[in-house]
């Protein structure tokens, strides 16, 4: 029988770790959870990966990797795959028992009311109840507002006849993920970790495992709910920055003031953070993370946070504003902008990544079908695939033929390396709306484009 991993002091802690006897398993291997799992299994922990998805869980058992837009992930895969130090499974019942370590990465979106949606941590939590039973560690990666552990999942694991006690039967940390895509194996060995716990006892084995298995710095907080109200603030902070300077880029355009030429000469002040605007603020992380904290705030008073709820309304509403600029071009051009043919150059919600989760690219597809216009779509990391119902075109070439105006929603590297300008000037009275800065406005009216952009005033 496996010893409780309480009953442990700190030497045969350790020993645990040095000797790699510890079994990890992870439940939800997607974005996060897959490549946590095998950075796991790369340090000589037997690794587990739990998913529902029997897709991809037969898609990694048979060799074939997922993630294809991040960064060192194929090397990683294919070492501890040739090991045989992790595989997959869709048995939780059978998986769990056997491991010693669970971690948590299941997705937490939020539903059509905005509201943060933690069915699949309960429905896991649920299924724990029933699984756990001598010590293990269950550590929650996900990101989830402050006290949620503490209050649901933490009752629904030890379970409504509390047939589980947390401390005894099972223990409860927290260690937020906050690796961004694209850069998540390159973000894994530098950003410091957070560790809270129910019992805090507990938090020196779950400090010592991952700087063991990361190396990075690790953050005791005082309990998990701190650790989750980090990880919120770092990235609402973000998401209220981006909605500032995406205000005021809609003030510059109207004063004549270049926003970017504003941002470049403020962060040359030791205390100023730059943000750029944007189409809006998209991905599973920054929206979900406000309405989180905004969830948690309106059960005290629903005034509080109000900087946020504003923040919200101001992202949510570039979309419209990408649309004004349009309308401002096919003015301009004098063409009529219904039954016209406009391209969107990008539809993830960042660069260099495969992903349209909450992307500010949908609402402007939206927006745009409502007027009648007719829509293609270039993003070379959807090449053949359908998205918003559309097929994606195979080139930029393709993507501009019988088009009259472009709408450039993400900077991939791949149209930052393009000339777009000159690209562009080859067609008849082009419109070219830039959601990313990545063009330069001069450039662009000198071959003969008619430009608007996100925080481009009139002083170029
Ligand atoms: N993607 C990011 O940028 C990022 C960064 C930091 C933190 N996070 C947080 O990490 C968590 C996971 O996010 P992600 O982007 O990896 O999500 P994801 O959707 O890519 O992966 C989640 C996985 O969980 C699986 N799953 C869903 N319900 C399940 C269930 N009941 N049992 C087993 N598996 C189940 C899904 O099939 C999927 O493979 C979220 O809380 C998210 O906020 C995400």
Redesign the pocket.
């Known amino acids: 029988m496996r010893k409780n991993l309480i009953s442990l002091d700190k030497s045969q802690m350790n020993e645990s770790i040095i000797k790699k006897s510890l079994k990890i398993g992870v ?7 897959l490549p946590t799992a095998l950075c796991f299994a790369n340090a000589s922990f037997q690794t587990i990966g ?4 029997e897709k ?1 869980v037969d898609m990694i058992n048979s060799g074939n990797y997922p993630l294809k837009d991040e960064p060192e992930f194929d090397k990683i895969f294919e070492n501890v795959i040739s090991k045989k130090m992790f595989s997959a499974t869709t048995d ?1 019942s059978e998986a769990i028992p056997n491991c010693d370590i669970i971690l948590l ?4 979106p939020m539903d059509h009311q905005n509201v943060p949606d933690y069915t ?1 941590l309960l ?2 939590g649920k299924t724990l109840n029933g699984l756990l039973a001598d010590g293990q560690i269950v550590i929650v ?4 507002e402050p006290g949620f552990i503490e209050n649901e999942l933490l009752n629904t694991i030890e379970g409504p006849e509390k047939n589980l006690i947390s401390g005894k039967d099972f223990h409860l940390a927290v260690c ?6 694209g850069e998540i194996m390159n973000d894994f060995k530098k950003l410091p970790r957070l560790v809270g716990a129910i019992d805090e006892k507990i938090s020196p084995l779950v400090s010592s495992l991952y700087t063991d298995v990361f190396g990075v710095e690790l953050i005791p907080m005082p309990n998990c709910k701190t650790a989750n109200a980090v990880k919120l603030t770092t990235n609402v902070f973000r998401d209220i920055n981006i909605a500032f300077v995406n205000e005021l880029a809609i003030l510059f355009e109207k004063l004549g003031i270049d926003t970017y030429t504003v941002i470049d000469a403020a962060k040359r002040k030791y205390n100023f953070q730059p943000h750029i605007p944007g189409p809006g603020v998209g ?3 920054l929206p ?1 993370n406000s309405y989180q904290y905004l969830n948690s705030s309106k059960k005290i008073d629903s005034n509080f946070l109000k900087i946020v709820q504003d923040a919200r309304k101001i992202n949510e509403s570039m979309p419209n504003h990408v649309i004004n600029l349009l309308n401002d071009a096919f003015f301009e051009s004098k063409k009529p902008l219904e039954n016209s043919t406009v391209t969107l150059l990008g539809v993830s919600y960042k660069p260099n990544v495969h992903d349209i989760q909450i992307a500010p690219s949908e609402e402007i597809a939206k927006l745009l079908d409502k007027k009648n216009i007719q829509l293609k779509i270039f993003d070379p990391f959807f090449i053949n695939e359908t998205v918003f119902g559309y097929k994606v075109e195979k080139s930029i070439t393709d993507a501009l033929i019988g088009t009259d105006a472009m709408i450039l929603i993400t900077a991939h590297n791949e149209f930052k390396k393009l000339n777009l300008t000159s690209i562009f000037s080859s067609l008849n009275k082009p419109i070219l709306i830039d959601c990313t800065g990545i063009i330069d406005p001069k450039n662009a009216k000198s071959n003969g484009i008619i430009f608007r952009g996100i925080g481009r005033g009139d002083n170029f």
């Open positions: 439940v939800g291997i997607g974005r996060i959870g739990i998913d529902i998805n991809l939780i990465s299941l997705p937490t699949a429905t896991v990666e996900s990101t989830v937020p993920e906050t690796a961004n895509p991905g599973p992380c979900v």
